[in-house]
T-cell receptor, first 114, second 110 residues
C-alpha cells in the first residue's frame, strides 16, 4: 500500500469552479507539504504544515488554501480555479527527526483548468 | 538567478555510458537532496547528503560544500534510468523548506 496517497489522480475542471485535492499518509509524519510542478520549472511550494495546528504559506500561495484535518490528512483547495493553475500537484511528507527534510512524495494529481 | 541550478537540462546517452548531472547552489545549506521523477510522474528520494559522497548501487552522489556544488553519477547506464533528476537544498539553521532545481531530463537509449 502506498504511504502517501492523493485523490483524485486526474481532474479536469472549468474556470471558476472550486476544487479540493486531498492527501493522506500512513507514515506517521508530522510535516506535510503541497507543491505544484510546471513544465521547465522546479517544484514550487504552495503551503506547508508542521503539525495539525500549524499552517504556513509557501512561495506561491495566492489562489490556494489548505486544511490540516488530522496528522494524516492535508487538503489543498482552489477556491475559484483559473487556467494558469493547470499543473501537476504533489503532496509530500517528512519526519521531524533528523532535521534535513527528507521528503516522501505522493503520486501527484494532474489538474487541468479549462 | 535561481538559488539552485542544474546542468544539463536535457541529456541523451547510449546504454552503458557514464552519466554526470550537476547541481550548483548559491546559499549555505544544511543538506542537499537528489530525487528521481519517473515518466509516470512519481518522485522518489535517491540521496540526502551534507558532505562527502554516497553510493547506492550504480548511483553515486558527491558534494563539495566549499564550491557549493554537487554531482550525481550513474555508472553503466540503462534505459530504465531514464527519468528527470532533481536537486534540492535545505538552507542553514531556521530554514523551513527545500528549494528545488528545475530538473535534468535523462534519456538512455538502448
Amino acid at each position: 500500500d502506498a504511504d502517501v496517497t492523493q485523490t483524485p489522480r486526474n481532474r479536469i475542471t472549468k474556470t471558476g469552479k472550486r476544487i479540493m485535492l486531498e492527501c493522506s499518509q500512513t507514515k506517521g509524519h508530522d510535516r506535510m507539504y503541497w507543491y505544484r510542478q510546471d513544465p521547465g520549472l522546479g517544484l514550487r511550494l504552495i503551503y506547508y504544515s508542521f503539525d495539525v495546528k500549524d499552517i504556513n504559506k509557501g512561495e506561491i500561495s495566492d489562489g490556494y488554501s489548505v486544511s490540516r484535518q488530522a496528522q494524516a490528512k492535508f487538503s489543498l483547495s482552489l477556491e475559484s480555479a483559473i487556467p494558469n493553475q493547470t499543473a501537476l500537484y504533489f503532496c509530500a511528507t517528512s519526519p521531524i527527526a533528523g532535521g534535513t527534510d527528507e521528503q516522501f512524495f505522493g503520486p501527484g494529481t494532474r489538474l487541468t483548468v479549462l | 538567478k535561481n538559488e539552485v541550478e542544474q546542468s544539463p537540462q536535457n541529456l541523451t546517452a547510449q546504454e552503458g555510458e557514464f552519466i554526470t548531472i550537476n547541481c550548483s547552489y548559491s546559499v549555505g545549506i544544511s543538506a542537499l537532496h537528489w530525487l528521481q521523477q519517473h515518466p509516470g510522474g512519481g518522485i522518489v528520494s535517491l540521496f540526502m547528503l551534507s558532505s562527502g559522497k554516497k553510493k547506492h548501487g550504480r548511483l553515486i552522489a558527491t558534494i563539495n560544500i566549499q564550491e557549493k556544488h554537487s554531482s550525481l553519477h550513474i555508472t553503466a547506464s540503462h534505459p530504465r534510468d531514464s527519468a528527470v533528476y532533481i536537486c534540492a537544498v535545505k538552507g542553514l539553521q531556521g530554514a523551513q523548506k527545500l528549494v528545488f532545481g528545475q530538473g535534468t531530463r535523462l534519456t538512455i537509449n538502448p
